[in-house]
């Protein structure tokens, strides 16, 4: 309440001394409706810079002393070019205005590049207010789940959304193929729904490299430029941002780690599909693709039941669980089927029970597969 009276009081000044002093001999009327306007530009343009980081103040200051340093040396030049008039004024006024934008603009934009913890002091503490920068590239945009992690809060500091990967995206939404046509089209679908989303802030930035033709490489100069970490799903720029000492969030990896884990001795609920290779076993799948071969279970199929987690194995092909049935409790099993609990795709330590022979079978054969 105390800022609003100064605001006001301040408005109320301005309209006053224009009242009083009446420049460019305006009628007093118009001079004190000037004043007020004044004032309120004056007041607007404050409540702009509230929101501005200390990095960018620091930067648009700096950046604009140059700029006006350098027009003053413009100014030199003209002054001893063209013979003093009308012209030469407008000219020195018209670098003066010009260069202090641009070394305003320029330095505001760069600002955010400043260390000012390293100056130690009052600047100390924007230590702990650095932002944090995630860096987002076309592959995770058309994913799609981005969005539903930015919507549950976990997803902090600032979204960068660089204009070279808008116009990779934008490229697909145009092609001429009917599918990847769509995947763009959802791409910028998720780019609006990120930019509702009140949790996240997005920023959409110019920097490109031209001398940098591949899209990949450009989000990892882009990350080192910014200190910043690249979003992606993409499991070449995963492995080529690491060697170049970019770190990288992986959504892939993120989605694997949130599967809950499964202990040898727990009691799992499946819905049997089909048959296993070996004599007597049955095959269920887990909502998010694990395998899970139980033995004595061929004569289920088509109906979920009970089964108890025998053994958990990370192989080449993904995780598979392993598990056996109890015929003696099989009147407890529900025909109408029920939807399994999903699991963790990581490996499990210190829980492997072992493996019968029908299991280490069908883990080869697995294996075989995946790698035809």
């Known amino acids: 309440m105390d800022v609003v009276l100064i605001r006001i009081l301040l408005v109320f000044i301005v309209g006053v001394i224009c009242f009083l002093i009446r420049p460019f001999n305006l009628p007093a009327n118009f001079a004190a409706a000037a004043g007020l306007l004044i004032g309120s530009a004056i007041i607007v343009f404050e409540w702009r810079l509230r929101a501005v980081s200390l990095k960018r103040l620091i930067g648009a200051a700096i950046g604009s002393v140059l700029g006006i340093f350098g027009a003053y040396l413009f100014a030199l030049v003209i002054r001893n070019s063209i013979p003093a008039s009308p012209t030469q004024s407008f000219l020195q006024i018209m670098v003066m205005v010009i260069m202090a934008y641009v070394g305003l603009a320029v330095g505001a934009n760069k600002g955010d590049l400043l260390n000012l913890a390293a100056l130690g002091g009052v600047f100390g503490g924007e230590r702990t207010g650095k932002k944090s920068y995630k860096i987002l590239d076309t592959s995770v945009i058309i994913d799609g789940r981005i969005a539903d992690i930015a919507e549950t809060g976990f ?16 490229l697909v939404a145009d092609s001429a193929d009917s599918l990847k046509r769509n995947r763009g089209r959802r791409g910028l679908d998720i780019l609006q729904r990120l930019q509702k989303t009140a ?29 910043g970490k690249i979003l992606t799903n993409d499991f070449n720029l995963n492995k080529v941002a690491q060697l170049q000492g970019v770190a990288v969030l992986n959504i892939n990896e993120l989605a694997n780690s949130l599967k809950p884990i499964v202990l040898p001795g727990e009691i799992m609920r499946v819905f049997i599909l089909k048959e296993g290779k070996e004599y007597n076993q049955g095959v269920a799948y887990l909502d998010d693709g694990t395998m899970v071969v139980i033995d004595n279970a061929r004569k289920m199929i088509g109906k979920t039941i009970d089964i108890s987690v025998t053994s958990v194995l990370q192989t080449t092909a993904g995780k598979m669980i392993f598990g056996k049935w109890d015929e003696r409790a099989g009147g407890r099993h529900d025909s ?19 493996v019968s022979d029908p299991a280490k079978k069908t883990i080869s054969a697995v294996g075989e597969r995946a790698a035809d």
């Open 199 to 227: 949790s996240v802030q997005i920023q959409i930035v110019e920097d490109d490299f031209p001398s940098v033709r591949e899209v990949d490489l450009k989000l990892i100069e882009l990350a080192k430029l910014y200190e």
């Open 336 to 354: 109408k089927g029920a939807s399994p609990a999903p699991v963790s795709a990581g490996p499990v330590s210190g829980t492997t029970a072992p």
């Open 155 to 170: 997803l902090d500091g600032l979204i960068v959304i660089p204009q070279f990967v808008l116009r990779e995206l934008q």
